[in-house]
């Protein structure tokens, strides 16, 4: 199964400002999906980010706050922008192998 | 679109039960159903998975059943230790799409 890692592994931030997360992949995958998990929730997509391609969002989720980059086949960035408190969540990178979802750690993020 | 209904939403065993984590889905053209944990402060981690070419799976003290006509499926893990403690999510997912819903989740609570 792939390995994944992810950047930072948590952070406090202030309402107002932006963080980059980053999605590292030890094998080169074509599908790339970043979910939020919000405390005590379950898992929610927002959005599939392809090589090459714009990402495709979910339901409720928009490029302007959650701009998305995939500059390579291992490697994948999520933005939070302009945060507010409800943003805080785990925010969860994950890869398509093999007919399998696996996850990355996740980067818990505070804001306040 | 699918929905995955998941109970119960919390369980609490003694170690060296049985415990049982049921889900129903509503999209009968779903053909794959994944069970992840979640440990505290990680990302969830495949643990298990069912095709719908077949009926049960087992993998040591855990295993996995599937009844395609009443679109239900569980979980069920034997002689519990307190490291089973964890949220454990169901999901599952339609055939050709890369996307799973999950279920809301069961937090097991295994006690010494």
């Known amino acids: 199964s792939a390995v994944i890692s992810q950047k930072p592994s948590r952070d406090i931030c202030q309402r107002g400002t932006s963080l980059t997360i980053q999605c590292q992949v030890d094998?080169?995958?074509?599908?790339m999906f970043w979910y939020r998990q919000q405390p005590g929730q379950s898992l929610t997509l927002i959005a599939t980010?392809?090589?090459?391609?714009?990402?495709?969002?979910e339901s409720g989720f928009v490029i302007d706050k959650f701009p998305i980059s995939r500059p390579n086949l291992t490697f994948s960035t999520l933005t939070v922008s302009n945060m507010s408190p409800e943003d805080s969540s785990i925010y969860l990178c994950?890869?398509?192998?093999?007919?399998?979802?696996?996850f990355g750690p996740g980067t818990r993020l505070l804001v306040l | 679109g699918e929905n995955v209904e998941q109970h119960p939403s919390t369980l609490s065993v003694q170690e060296g039960d049985s415990a049982v984590i049921k889900c129903t889905y509503s999209?009968?053209?779903?053909?794959?159903f994944p069970w992840y944990k979640q440990e505290l402060g990680k990302g969830p981690q495949l643990i298990i998975d069912?095709?719908?070419?077949?009926g049960e799976k087992k993998d040591q003290r855990i295993a996995v059943t599937l009844n395609k006509t009443a679109k239900h499926f569980s979980l069920h893990i034997t002689e519990t230790q307190p490291e089973d403690s964890a949220v454990y999510f169901c999901?599952?997912?339609?055939?050709?799409?890369?996307?799973?819903?999950f279920g809301r989740g069961t937090s097991l609570i295994v006690h010494p």
């Open positions: 980010a392809n090589q090459g391609s714009e990402a495709t969002y």
């Open positions: 094998s080169q995958v074509t599908m």
């Open positions: 999901a599952a997912r339609r055939g050709g799409s890369y996307i799973p819903t």
């Open positions: 999209d009968s053209a779903s053909n794959y």
């Open positions: 069912i095709r719908s070419n077949v």
């Open positions: 994950s890869v398509d192998q093999g007919e399998t979802q696996y």
